[in-house]
């Protein structure tokens, strides 16, 4: 899970071992952001990524109970 700022983590290497079946990956951050819609992450189920909002509000639970259910883990 990375949640941190920067580029910690080499993104298209962490697709290739999601995509290997090695790892899975919750993300918060990227080193590119916006993450390209073409990026592979986007099309791996086991791959969770959250829209760079590390904060709750009010609308967090009803956004978290829509978004959350569509990325289920396999």
């Known amino acids: 899970m990375n949640v941190g700022r920067g580029e910690p983590v080499d993104t298209d290497a962490l697709a290739r071992e999601v995509g290997s079946g090695r790892l899975r990956a919750a993300l918060d951050v ?3 952001e916006p993450l390209p819609g073409a990026h592979p992450l ?3 189920p086991e791959a ?3 829209p760079h909002a590390g904060t709750f509000t009010d609308a967090s ?3 978290s109970a829509t ?3 569509r990325r289920s883990w396999r």
Request: proline share 7%; net charge positive.
């Open 67 to 69: 978004f959350l259910p």
């Open 61 to 63: 639970a009803k956004d």
């Open 30 to 32: 990227a080193a590119l």
């Open 48 to 50: 969770l990524i959250t």
């Open 42 to 44: 986007w099309r791996q």
